[in-house]
């Protein structure tokens, strides 16, 4: 899987947003969404199992309290919702306190991450995305 470019949609009325095609066809029917760092993350079940993993890289280790504390917040904060037919996602079913602190409203960016898409609020992405404009070139060369 290999998610890219950036898609401006609008919640409808029932808080749910449609995936574009592009992202759309690289997911069956679950997703796994996930609010952290500003934005909502949307992995395949698998995806958020290898992502999930990644955060221990020694292996779990069932009787270290930090990786138990750990392993718990990302899982317990994650839904997986179905994606239906006309491929649109219910951000209804994800915590309102978390969706509130991403700041999503009405009008959303749907960004493709490499493993993942991410929801932002559109207005705070483009924010984001000017801010990282201005320090790009220092990030991307030593």
């Known amino acids: 899987m290999y ?8 919640l409808d009325a029932k808080s749910r947003v449609t995936l574009p095609a592009s992202i759309r066809k690289q997911f069956d029917d679950k997703v796994c969404l ?4 500003g934005a ?3 992995f395949t079940p698998e995806g958020h199992e290898a992502w999930v993993r990644s955060f221990f890289p020694e292996g779990f280790n069932p009787r270290n309290k930090r990786d138990v504390k750990l392993s718990r917040m990302l899982t317990s ?3 997986t919702v179905d994606l239906d037919s006309a491929g649109r996602l219910a951000l209804g079913k994800v915590d309102p306190e978390r969706v509130a602190k991403c700041g999503i409203e009405r009008e ?10 991410e929801i932002w609020d559109a207005s705070r992405f483009d924010e984001e995305q000017k801010e990282m404009e201005e320090s790009l070139e220092d990030l991307m060369f030593d």
Do not use: E, S
Request: aromatic share 10%.
């Open 3 to 10: 998610l890219t470019g950036t898609y401006k949609h609008n």
């Open 34 to 37: 996930v609010p952290v760092d």
């Open 40 to 42: 909502i993350y949307g």
């Open 77 to 79: 904060m994650t839904v």
């Open 108 to 117: 959303v960016a749907v960004v493709g991450n490499n493993d993942h898409f």
